[in-house]
């Protein structure tokens, strides 16, 4: 068969580009080596993280702030076998959604490894050995990432676990050891700490979510160690062992001294690898890089060869599901001629604990280092009528903008719905917007983000309203 476009694989990079380019007319097939559709993101990384993060915040509401609303409950227990179960069908319907979305735009879906043959050709292999050759104009790949581990450790899935295996779980950790208080970290432990689980982080960097805004990651432990967990900051893990029943994890302390942590699970969450493996890339006269990235031209996400290109997790820039979905857009539209734009500065980034964190643009370190100049204004959420109504007092909004010119350089809220909240400043900041200009804008009374208008006058120096 010969398409005008392949898709080598169906994440949500792969998946929307596939379906813009039908949409532009081109025909299209997508290649899944799974035999579900939707990738990491929808089969084991957003949406079955976020459904066992909204059941286990279901579950810490019930057992901690419901009596103080007035509802009483009696033997109130955690179901995980339930939680699971729930979790997989969620993910069931989203990625039958996709396969629906797939017929429904008529791109052909070939179920199979997709390897490289040439430039133009793509073979498959089905999980019956079964080989189909497919050719195209040009080819996307979407490949993806993996989980990465450390040095000489090696990931039994048994005891020393990745997300994938701790979106299954068969019973609550006693004493979950996570390796790396980055966004999976940061998740996956809430998920296990409030239904019952004692978490340690042991993270290297000497803050949780190190990436983000650091005022972010100092409000967000803050919250984690209500839940009952414990940080070992400045650690730099050596070896974790699986020893049957537990498993022993050896780390240097910021001292140079070696400490032991031992728990029945360790979860590996160092970060993730672009996953190229079996596409045979050589054969279409490409490499990746000493990442294993596979390289784009920054203006138009073409690789070397100038018929393929590569979207997603597997190229450079953050590992989010809409970064994904805006490079697969973006090169359908490139395909056809059209000139499309991603702003790569304004892409948000979200960790869905609870309280929420989001981010979208500079940080204030980051300010500090280019040298440019700035004001940061704050607003908590305990000082807002909505917050205190809902019991979500905690967190905070900071907006950095520019010293002179009063342009929104940064937006970083902790605090309830703060991943929904981050979508104003994207918009604020992709029109350019002063922070005088968002605190003369009419935020509905009572809302959460009325305290993203108070942080914009505070950073203008004027007084807050509400404080
Ligand atoms: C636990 C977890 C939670 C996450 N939560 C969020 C979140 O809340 N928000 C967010 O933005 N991001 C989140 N992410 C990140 C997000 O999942 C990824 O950024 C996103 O899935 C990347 O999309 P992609 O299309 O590049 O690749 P993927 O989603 O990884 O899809 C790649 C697909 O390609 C297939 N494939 C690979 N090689 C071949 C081959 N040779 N032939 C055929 N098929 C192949 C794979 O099987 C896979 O289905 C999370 C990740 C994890 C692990
Ligand atoms: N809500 C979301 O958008 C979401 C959710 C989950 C995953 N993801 C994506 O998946 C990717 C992987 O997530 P992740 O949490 O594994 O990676 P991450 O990069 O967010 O965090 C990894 C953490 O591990 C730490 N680390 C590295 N080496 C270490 C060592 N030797 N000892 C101790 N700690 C060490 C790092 O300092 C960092 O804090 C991320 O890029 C993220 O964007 C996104």
Redesign the pocket.
């Known amino acids: 068969m010969q398409y005008d476009v392949i898709v080598i694989g169906s994440g949500p990079g792969g998946y929307i580009c596939a379906i813009r380019c039908a949409q532009l007319g081109l025909k299209t097939a997508i290649i899944e080596k799974y035999k579900t559709l939707g990738g990491t993101c929808l089969n084991v ?2 949406i079955p ?1 976020k459904a066992l993060l909204d059941s286990s915040e279901h579950y810490h509401n019930a057992a901690h702030s419901f009596a103080e609303h007035g509802i009483k409950l009696e033997n109130l227990q955690v179901d995980l076998a339930q939680m699971i179960a729930r979790k997989s069908e969620v993910v069931s319907q989203v990625c039958k959604g996709v396969e629906f979305l797939m017929k429904k735009n008529k791109i052909d879906v070939y179920q199979g490894k997709g390897s490289f043959v040439d430039k133009n050709t793509v073979k498959v292999t089905k999980d019956s050995g079964e080989i189909e050759m497919v050719t195209s104009k040009n080819i996307v790949i979407a490949t993806g ?1 993996k ?1 990465s581990s ?1 040095p000489g450790i090696t990931i039994d899935k048994q005891r020393i676990i990745t ?1 994938t295996e701790a979106l299954q779980m068969k019973e609550v950790p006693k004493h979950l050891i996570v ?7 940061a ?1 996956l432990g809430s998920v296990y700490a409030r239904i019952g689980a004692k978490v340690s982080f ?4 000497s803050a ?4 983000m805004d650091s005022t972010m990651g100092k409000e967000l432990q803050r919250s984690m160690k209500k839940l009952g967990a414990d940080f070992y900051l400045s ?3 050596k070896t974790v062992e699986n020893t049957g029943d537990e498993v022993v994890v050896t ?1 240097e302390n910021p001292k140079g001294e070696t400490v032991t942590f031992t728990g029945d699970y360790c979860l590996m ?4 690898r672009p996953f190229t493996d079996g596409l045979a890339l050589e054969n279409a006269g490409l490499t990746t890089d000493a990442r294993g990235k596979i390289e784009v031209d920054e203006h138009t996400l073409q690789t070397k060869v100038s018929n393929i290109y590569a979207i997603g997790d597997v190229i450079r820039g ?4 809409h970064k994904a979905e805006e490079e697969g857009v973006f090169v359908a539209e490139t395909i056809v001629g059209q000139k499309p734009h991603i702003n790569y500065s304004l892409i948000p ?4 604990t609870w309280p929420e964190v989001a981010s979208v643009g500079s940080t204030e370190e980051e300010l500090k280092a280019k040298g440019v100049p700035y004001k940061s204004g704050s607003f908590p959420f305990k000082a807002l009528g909505r917050a205190r109504a809902s019991m979500d007092i905690d967190g905070t909004v900071k907006v950095l903008a520019h010293k002179e010119t009063d342009e929104i350089l940064g937006a970083h809220i902790i605090g309830p719905r703060a991943a929904d909240m981050i979508a104003e400043a994207v918009v604020a900041m992709e029109y350019r917007a002063s922070a005088e200009d968002i605190s003369r804008m009419s935020h509905a009374h009572p809302t959460y983000t009325e305290a993203f208008k108070e942080a914009c006058l505070a950073a203008t120096g004027n007084r807050a309203l509400n404080a």
């Open positions: 990384g957003c993280s990432s989980p450390l997300s390796i790396g208080a980055g966004v999976i970290g998740e042991v993270e290297y960097a949780m979510i190190p990436t650690h730099k893990v780390a969450s160092v970060g993730r953050a590992m989010l599901a980034g979200v960790v869905y």
